[in-house]
């Protein structure tokens, strides 16, 4: 905006030019009506007033609020059916806060904080750098002389085995004498073994035809014995009376029926003698048309047991509720109900513990018989005696590794033999067992 005049100025502000004039004169501001005003003593008056009147000056608000209204029309449809207008007014309020002198200097001294931070760290980076440079020259030095000793021991490792093989070399030619006796006492060995294994077998043999002629003299003396005890148990068989099951149980029960029904026979009165006819046919077991009657032995006398059977349950450190209750030949429900109301709720095919299936059985009233799974073993090795003398023995070596790693030679220096050399290819195509003197022992 150019510069305007006094006169102008107090014209375009609405207030008089002595008034003015005493406003840019408190201001600092030495002016005349005809006077020009440019725009940095505009902004000097301006700051001025500002202050007077209780501002912070020309530097603007320190809070600034915006509030932005927006209203809207929304169709609703009534209880009735019908749509209404609904106004709907929307308010918005934005408030935006300078930054106070206090808050610049805060973040001056952020912004310097920073910056001594990066520095620090270049620092810091810096050292690090140098150390590890220092590290890698130390560590290659370090493999350098690991690697001067490594060349060193791997040429004195050479010359030992030159110098060994030298030897070995030299003790080749004793080693094939050697080899020749073990070759030949190996033969020997091989030779009594067959002559025992042999005599072994013919022992064996006159063994099954002694025992073969004594199972045939004993059946010869008590063939007459065996043939009438057969006789004496099929003229029983004949004899005895007849049962519908093989069930001990079943078979009980039936001449239980037996009895009581020949009991109570026995104690009937007498009938009158028109009815002797009547009971001739039924004594010879005919009924009224003359059809047979089944004996007492044949008819249908088995009657259910009442009472529990109580058994003797052996368990083991675990079992399931199934088996449980299949040992104590009651059903599976069962067992699980009474588990119920003792405070377990189990299935029939869970795994419980040996103390819970022994509660469970003798609150059910059977007798628990506890085992353990080794019992068996147990018992075996009970009968074994440690009084013995201990007696050393060699050690037994199994040398076992790759192909073409080393065993037999390993072997042959131990054994001071050549087996390795006579192999095809050099490698051992059998396995064997020796028998070593050292002087270690």
């Not at 002389?145 to 080749?172: G, L, Y």
């Not at 609150?363 to 009968?383: F, Y």
């Amino acid at each position: 905006m150019a510069e305007v005049s006094v006169t102008k100025l107090a014209e375009d502000i609405g207030t008089t030019v002595d008034k003015l004039l005493q406003q840019l004169d408190s201001a600092g501001i030495k002016k005349q009506a005809d006077d020009q005003v440019n725009e940095s003593e505009k902004a000097q008056l301006l700051d001025h007033l500002s202050k007077q009147h209780g501002g912070s000056g020309a530097s603007g608000p320190e809070r600034m609020t915006l509030q932005r209204k927006k209203k809207s029309t929304l169709s609703v449809t009534g209880s009735t059916g019908k749509a209404k207008a609904v106004q709907v007014e929307v308010r918005k309020k934005r408030t935006y806060v300078k930054k106070s002198a206090l808050d610049e200097q805060q973040e001056q001294a952020r912004l310097e904080a920073e910056e001594q931070a990066r520095l620090e760290a270049e620092a810091q980076a810096k050292q690090e750098a140098e150390r590890k440079a220092k590290e890698e020259a130390e560590r290659k030095a370090k493999e350098e002389a690991e690697r001067k000793a490594k060349e060193e021991a791997e040429r004195k490792a050479k010359e030992e085995a030159k110098r060994k093989a030298e030897a070995q070399r030299k003790e080749s030619k004793d080693s094939a004498k050697d080899e020749a006796q073990t070759q030949k006492e190996r033969d020997e060995a091989e030779r009594l073994q067959k002559e025992a294994e042999e005599a072994a077998l013919k022992k064996a043999e006159e063994e099954a035809q002694r025992q073969a002629e004594e199972a045939r003299r004993l059946a010869e003396e008590n063939e007459a014995r065996w043939k009438k005890e057969e006789e004496e148990r099929k003229r029983r068989e004949e004899t005895a009376d007849h049962h519908l099951t093989t069930s001990t149980y079943a078979r009980e029960a039936e001449d239980e029926s037996d009895a009581r029904e020949e009991k109570s026979a026995r104690r009937k009165k007498k009938k009158p003698k028109g009815k002797e006819s009547v009971d001739a046919n039924a004594k010879f077991g005919k009924g009224k048309k003359g059809k047979l009657k089944a004996p007492t032995s044949l008819q249908h006398g088995f009657q259910k047991p009442v009472a529990d059977k109580k058994q003797e349950v052996r368990i083991g450190e675990t079992i399931t509720v199934a088996e449980l209750a299949s040992r104590m030949a009651v059903k599976g429900a069962e067992v699980v109900k009474t588990m119920m109301k003792m405070g377990d709720m189990v299935t029939i095919n869970q795994v419980i513990d040996q103390e819970t299936a022994q509660l469970v059985a003798e609150e059910m009233g059977h007798k628990v018989v506890v085992v353990r799974e080794n019992e068996l073993e147990e018992k075996v090795l009970s009968d074994r005696s440690e009084g013995g003398k201990a007696e050393s023995r060699a050690p037994v070596v199994t040398v076992m590794g790759h192909v073409d790693h080393g065993k037999t030679s390993t072997l042959d220096y131990i054994r001071k033999a050549k087996v390795a050399s006579g192999e095809a290819g050099g490698i051992t195509q059998h396995i064997g067992a020796y028998h070593v003197d050292t002087d270690n022992a």
